[in-house]
C-alpha cells in the first residue's frame, strides 16, 4: 500500500516517477478564463489527441488527390478502413481481431446486436438490466421489448441498490439472475455504470447468464479504455462502445463493437444486414442473397465514416504506446489519490459523500461524489477555479482523473480547490 501525502512535493514526486508522464504533452486542454483546465471529464469527452488533425488532413488529402480512386488506391485505401482499428482494439477489450469492428455509433449498434441476441421465445422473453441505466439504453431497451410485442414493465427486470446503499452488490445481481431463471432471454447492462462508477463482475455475470440459459451483452461506454476487460475469456455474447469518452476520439465519432467467435461464422442469426457486411469479395457483385462476413464485420451496414475513422486511429495509436497495462497500473494510483484526499479534506463536513465503490477492482478511474449541502452551487464552484467535472442530475458530480492526460499535481491543486469551496458550503 502507498501512504499518500497531501503535499504538492508529494505530488510532484509522484508525477517525476510516472512512466507515463509525457502523454499528458500530446493532448489538447480547454482554457477556463484564459488559463488551461484540469480536465476530470474524459468520463464524458476526452480531449483532443494532437495528432488527430494529421490524421484527418491525411484523409482530406487522399480525398482531394484521388476521389473515388481512395477506396482502392494509396497507402491505406478506404476499402478496408474498417480493419485499421482492429488490432488497438482487440487489445483494450481484450478479444480477438476478428470479433470487434468499428462502424456507426453506440446506441444504433446497441439496435443492431439486439436484432441478433434478443431473441424472445414463449416464457422466455425477459431482459435483465441495472436500475438507472443510461438514458439512452433505457429507451433502447424499451423500444426493443416493444417492437418484439411486450410491455417495458413485465419484460425489463432492473436490479437495484439495496435500500440506503447506491451501488448493486454482486450477489444481487446473481440471485435475480437465478429467480428468473426460465424467463430470461438477455442480461443486457453496463460494464462500468456511467452514475455510481461501479464496475460490474462481467465475468460473474456472465457465467450466471449462461448458466440459465439466457445470453449476454453488455454496454462498455464507460468501461473501454479505462478498466481492463478480457471480453473473450469471460465469454461475454456481444458487447458496444463509443469512441469519444475515454477512447478520446472526438465528439459522436464512430464506436465499436464485439460480438464473440462462436457467432462469427453462423448464418442462421437474424441481422439487419447492409452491403459492408456482406462478403467482401462479392461485395462488388450487386447480387441478391446476404452472405455476413466473418466476425464482427459481418454486422457492418455501411462503407466506413474515414475522416471519424482517422481521429479514432490517431488515438488508438497512443493508447497503442501507452499500453492498457501501464495505463490501469497509473489509473488505480491516481484515483487512489484523488479518493484519498477528498476523504481527508471533505471529513466530517458532511458536504458530500464518494459513492463510488472503494475496491479498485470495482471501479474504473471516475468517483461520484453525492453532494449532500450546496447542489449544484459546488459544482459551479469547482468550475469557476478551472475543475472541468460533470454534473449529473439529481446530485452527483462525476471527476475522472484520466491517466493519460492528468497528473497527480492535477488531482493535489483539486483538493487545494476543493479546501477552499468545503468552507463556503460545510
Ligand atoms: C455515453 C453513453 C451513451 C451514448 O450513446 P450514443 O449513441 O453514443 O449517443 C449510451 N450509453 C451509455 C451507457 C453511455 O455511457
Not at 112 to 121: C, G, I, K, N
Not at 194 to 200: A, E, H, K, N, R
Not at 285 to 307: C, H, I, R
Not at 412 to 423: D, K, M, P, Y
Request: glycine share 8%; charged share 25%; proline share 4%.
Amino acid at each position: 500500500m502507498i501512504s499518500y501525502e497531501y503535499s504538492l512535493d508529494f505530488a510532484r514526486k509522484m508525477d517525476a516517477e510516472d512512466p507515463l508522464k509525457d502523454f499528458q504533452s500530446q493532448f489538447l486542454f480547454p482554457k477556463i478564463d484564459g488559463r488551461s483546465a484540469i480536465y476530470f471529464c474524459g468520463n464524458s469527452l476526452g480531449l483532443q489527441p494532437k495528432a488527430v488533425e494529421e490524421y484527418v488532413q491525411k484523409e482530406l488529402h487522399a480525398w482531394a488527390d484521388k476521389a473515388v480512386d481512395g477506396h482502392f488506391d494509396g497507402e491505406q485505401p478506404w476499402f478496408s478502413v474498417h480493419t485499421r482499428a482492429k488490432k488497438a482494439l482487440s487489445h483494450i477489450v481484450g478479444a480477438k481481431e476478428h470479433e470487434v469492428v468499428v462502424m456507426n455509433s453506440l446506441t444504433s449498434n446497441l439496435h443492431a446486436l439486439m436484432v441478433s441476441f434478443y431473441r424472445p421465445e414463449g416464457k422466455r422473453f425477459k431482459i435483465l438490466t441495472e436500475a438507472g441505466a443510461f438514458p439512452s439504453d433505457m429507451y433502447m431497451l424499451e423500444s426493443q421489448v416493444k417492437f418484439h410485442g411486450y410491455s417495458p414493465d413485465e419484460a425489463i427486470i432492473e436490479v437495484s441498490p439495496r435500500v440506503g446503499e447506491h451501488t448493486l452488490r454482486t450477489e444481487d445481481i446473481l440471485n435475480t439472475i437465478s429467480e428468473h431463471a426460465d424467463e430470461l432471454a438477455l442480461v443486457m447492462m453496463a460494464g462500468l455504470q456511467y452514475y455510481t462508477g461501479q464496475v460490474f463482475d462481467m465475468k460473474q455475470i456472465t457465467e450466471a447468464g449462461h448458466g440459465v440459459g439466457a445470453l449476454v451483452g453488455f454496454d462498455l461506454a464507460h468501461a473501454v479504455g479505462n478498466y481492463p476487460l478480457v471480453l473473450h475469456e469471460w465469454k461475454v455474447d456481444f458487447a458496444a462502445w463509443c469512441s469519444y469518452k475515454y477512447l478520446n476520439s472526438g465528439p459522436g465519432n464512430v464506436a465499436g463493437i464485439y460480438v464473440h467467435e462462436k457467432y462469427a461464422d453462423n448464418r442462421e442469426l437474424n441481422r439487419f444486414a447492409g452491403w459492408w457486411g456482406h462478403d467482401e469479395k462479392e461485395r462488388f457483385m450487386m447480387e441478391k442473397g446476404f452472405k455476413p462476413m466473418y466476425g464482427a464485420d459481418g454486422w457492418q451496414t455501411s462503407n466506413g465514416n474515414v475522416l471519424g475513422m482517422a481521429a479514432h486511429q490517431a488515438s488508438l495509436d497512443v493508447f497503442e504506446k501507452a499500453g492498457m497495462g501501464r495505463l490501469r497500473t497509473k489509473s488505480v494510483l491516481l484515483t487512489g489519490y484523488l479518493e484519498f484526499l477528498i476523504r481527508k479534506i471533505s471529513g466530517e463536513t458532511g458536504v458530500l459523500e464518494i459513492i463510488t465503490p472503494e475496491d479498485p477492482e470495482a471501479r474504473g478511474c471516475q468517483l461520484s461524489l453525492l453532494i449532500h449541502k450546496g447542489g449544484k452551487a459546488v459544482f459551479d464552484e469547482f468550475y469557476r477555479n478551472g475543475i472541468v467535472g460533470d454534473w449529473r442530475n439529481p446530485n452527483v458530480i462525476r471527476l475522472a482523473p484520466a491517466p493519460l492526460y492528468n497528473s497527480f499535481e492535477d488531482v493535489f491543486l483539486f483538493a487545494q480547490i476543493l479546501e477552499r469551496s468545503l468552507a463556503k458550503f460545510a
